[in-house]
């Protein structure tokens, strides 16, 4: 089975890594949106290519295992036409580097879904609230964002604790600091 190799930003390297520990290729990627240099190393008399370390387009890293769980990434699938990258692991359902804000805020609403202490009242009011986390940061917006995370902390603990990770990149340093979080 072939995974994925993807950077820190989104960008897809290839998605024909036969194995993501060391990062082999299976042959090197015809796709026209994929960059994926020829980066030949010798091996006894033949030469394995290998997925690339750094992106070529960005510099940033190129991930080819979740950084959480070291599941390897899924093979990417096409989109109405369009290559995306998964933007969860399959293995711990943490976001990647690139998963969008609107992501990320999806997730914290699976997983108070799936806290079994809400009533679906509370669950709705939650659902609600967290849509805040969704706006640009502005003075104003931030007490709203404070306002809504101050209610899932005290309504959902399990669920605001599991999401804690998801929360921290997606806060300014002002609201982290007004939930005790940075």
Not at 89 to 99: I, R, V
Not at 104 to 123: A, H, K
Not at 137 to 154: G, Q
């Amino acid at each position: 089975m072939t995974t994925s190799a993807v950077c820190e930003q989104g960008h897809i390297i290839t998605d024909d890594v036969i194995d993501a520990r060391s990062r082999t290729l299976m042959a090197a990627s015809r796709g026209a949106q994929v960059w994926s240099p020829d980066i030949a190393t010798p091996r006894g008399t033949t030469h394995e290519k290998r997925a690339p370390q750094y992106c070529g387009i960005c510099g940033a890293q190129v991930l080819t295992q979740c950084p959480s769980c070291s599941t390897t990434l899924l093979k990417i699938k096409y989109l109405a036409g369009e290559r995306e990258p998964y933007a969860f692991c399959s293995g711990c359902g943490e976001p990647f580097p690139w998963a969008t804000r609107e992501q990320r805020v999806s997730r914290i609403q699976n997983l108070l879904n799936l806290d079994s202490t809400l009533s679906d009242t509370d669950r709705l009011e939650l659902i609600d609230a967290i849509q805040e986390l969704v706006l640009p940061d502005t003075p104003e917006t931030e007490k709203r964002k404070v306002k809504a995370l101050e209610l899932i902390k005290s309504k959902a603990p399990n669920a605001y604790r599991a999401a804690q990770p998801i929360l921290v990149p997606l806060l300014s340093a002002v609201i982290q600091k007004a939930l005790g979080l940075g």
